[in-house]
Nanobody
Framework: QVQLVESGGGSVQVGGSLRLSCAAS????????MGWFRQAPGKEREFVSA??????YYADSVMGRFTISGDNAKNTVYLQMNSLGPEDTAVYYC?????????????????WGQGTQVTVSS
């Protein structure tokens, strides 16, 4: 059974940093895309970042502030988030099993984690 477990969320002040982790079990995803999405209250789930065979992708809104990385040995993907602002407040979801194309689409991914809350306050 495939399971994605996110961790690292929490509450920070504006300008702070957090590092999210997504540990996958049940299968390896080194040949597939893994991504991070987020959903704020009342909004649709949106793409944040993805990694596919060491190629990284970012939404314009997080470019230069967030960094995605992966550890194939641990089957884990990380999202380092710096210079956080109130607009980054959301539940962050890890996704896995996507094809190398369409990494920005939620429909591209087969497996999803339960999400971790990130709250940025001033």
């Amino acid at each position: 059974q495939v399971q994605l477990v996110e961790s690292g969320g929490g509450s920070v002040q504006v300008g702070g940093s957090l590092r999210l982790s997504c540990a996958a079990s049940g299968r390896t995803f080194s040949s597939y895309a893994m991504g991070w999405f987020r959903q704020a209250p009342g909004k649709e789930r949106e793409f944040v970042s993805a990694i596919a065979r060491s190629v990284t992708y970012y939404a314009d809104s997080v470019m230069g502030r967030f960094t995605i990385s992966g550890d194939n040995a641990k089957n884990t993907v990380y999202l380092q988030m710096n210079s956080l602002g109130p607009e980054d407040t959301a539940v962050y979801y890890c996704a896995a099993g996507g094809s190398m194309g369409w990494v920005q689409s939620t429909n591209n991914y087969i497996y999803w984690g339960q999400g971790t809350q990130v709250t940025v306050s001033s």
